[in-house]
T-cell receptor
Framework: GIQVEQSPPDLILQEGANSTLRCNFS?????LQWFHQNPWGQLINLFY???GTKQNGRLSATTVATERYSLLYISSSQTTDSGVYFC???????????FGKGTKLSVKP | KAGVTQTPRYLIKTRGQQVTLSCSPI?????VSWYQQTPGQGLQFLFE???????NKGNFPGRFSGRQFSNSRSEMNVSTLELGDSALYLC????????????FGNGTRLTVT
């Protein structure tokens, strides 16, 4: 089956710093989503981005489908950005998301 | 618009018992899927329902089952609970069609003792 690898597994930042999270996937996909899981377990949609670039405030994401990777950029990080960031992909007609293991981000004040 | 609603939020059961979890999708969403999250295995797909039919199933034993009602609400059931079933169970919904994002509920945290 398709493999989803996220890097780095852990990231510690000082408040105000920028960061880039990476997601590599092993096969073509028709759906790619980035999620933030807060300490209470809630998975929050950040981006639905099977290809191209999107921005939402301090966050932006880019997916290069032909090269099978996606990047999530966090600028001017805040302590509330802490949590685990997941990348998940879906193959056409599969009907389910396959998740990476996540990047655990800790932002220190 | 209300999000995906899961009940209950927390549940404690003993080995051998069974449990039923409930999920109400976003209004207008007809696809509902379930995921299990554990520290060891991460997030894993259980099954997906669309128009009251199971459309896709993950690699879980038959003790895990689900159903969807005509109003798109869904339930999942786990019978003969084992300690390893302790997990966060997440429900997600999406509109019909391939090119739609999944939206997740807050989850039900099940502890089996």
């Amino acid at each position: 089956g398709i493999q989803v690898e996220q890097s780095p597994p852990d990231l510690i930042l000082q408040e105000g710093a920028n960061s880039t999270l990476r997601c590599n996937f092993s096969d073509s996909v028709n759906n790619l989503q980035w999620f933030h899981q807060n300490p209470w377990g809630q998975l929050i949609n950040l981006f639905y981005i099977p290809s191209g670039t999107k921005q939402n405030g301090r966050l932006s994401a880019t997916t290069v489908a032909t090269e099978r990777y996606s990047l999530l950029y966090i600028s001017s990080s805040q302590t509330t950005d802490s949590g685990v960031y997941f990348c998940a992909v879906e193959r056409r007609s599969q009907g389910n998301l396959i998740f990476g293991k996540g990047t655990k981000l800790s932002v220190k004040p | 618009k209300a999000g995906v609603t899961q009940t209950p939020r927390y549940l404690i059961k003993t080995r051998g018992q069974q449990v039923t979890l409930s999920c109400s999708p976003i209004s207008g969403h007809r696809s509902v899927s379930w995921y299990q999250q554990t520290p060891g295995q991460g997030l894993q797909f259980l099954f997906e329902y669309f128009s009251e039919t199971q459309r896709n199933k993950g690699n879980f034993p038959g003790r895990f089952s689900g159903r969807q009602f005509s109003n798109s609400r869904s339930e999942m059931n786990v019978s003969t609970l084992e300690l390893g079933d302790s997990a966060l169970y997440l429900c997600a919904s999406k509109k019909q069609g391939d090119n739609s994002p999944l939206h997740f509920g807050n989850g039900t945290r099940l502890t089996v003792t």
